[in-house]
């Protein structure tokens, strides 16, 4: 696990849970992108695997932060099958997530109000957290 001021991350078998918290800029965002990274080069760096991001704690980000997510999703890199947004009841969570995304999105992106509601659905498509552990490995990071 992976715990910082601004967000936390856990990686299972083939899925990567990140909760954030917090009014997100630019820096944070580049240090969570980069911490990102490197836990799917080193724990997906050959399969497939999603992500559910937890942002019921966040308080959204600023411009510059957008920007940056917006710039990252097109990049053509290891992106995960399913992208899941786990916002509550906060429409204008959903809506500043779904400015970030483009058309050339490569992953499928999802919203949900509830985490148990995403893990479901995920483990309906062959994701699981419930079966295994957490994997250690982010420790090392």
């Known amino acids: 696990m992976i ?8 990686s299972y078998d083939n899925l990567l849970i990140i909760e954030s918290f917090g009014l997100w800029d630019r820096d944070v965002a580049q240090k969570c992108f ?3 990274w490197k836990t799917v080069m ?3 760096p050959d399969k497939s695997y999603s992500i559910i991001y ?5 308080e959204l980000s600023t411009p510059n932060a957008v920007r940056f997510w917006q710039e990252k ?3 053509d890199i290891h992106f995960p099958t399913y ?3 786990v916002v509550g009841k906060s429409k204008l969570k959903q809506w500043s997530v779904k ?3 483009n058309d050339s999105t490569p992953c499928e992106v999802s919203f949900f109000d509830e985490l148990r509601e995403a893990v479901d659905w995920l483990e309906s498509k062959g994701y699981h957290m419930s079966n295994s552990a957490p994997d250690h490995r982010l420790s090392l990071l």
């Open 34 to 36: 980069d911490d990102i």
């Open 73 to 75: 999703f097109v990049l």
């Open 3 to 10: 715990q910082k001021n601004f967000y936390n991350m856990t």
């Open 54 to 58: 937890n942002i019921t704690e966040w």
């Open 42 to 44: 080193q724990c997906f």
């Open 99 to 101: 400015r970030m995304f």
């Open 83 to 85: 992208l899941v947004y």
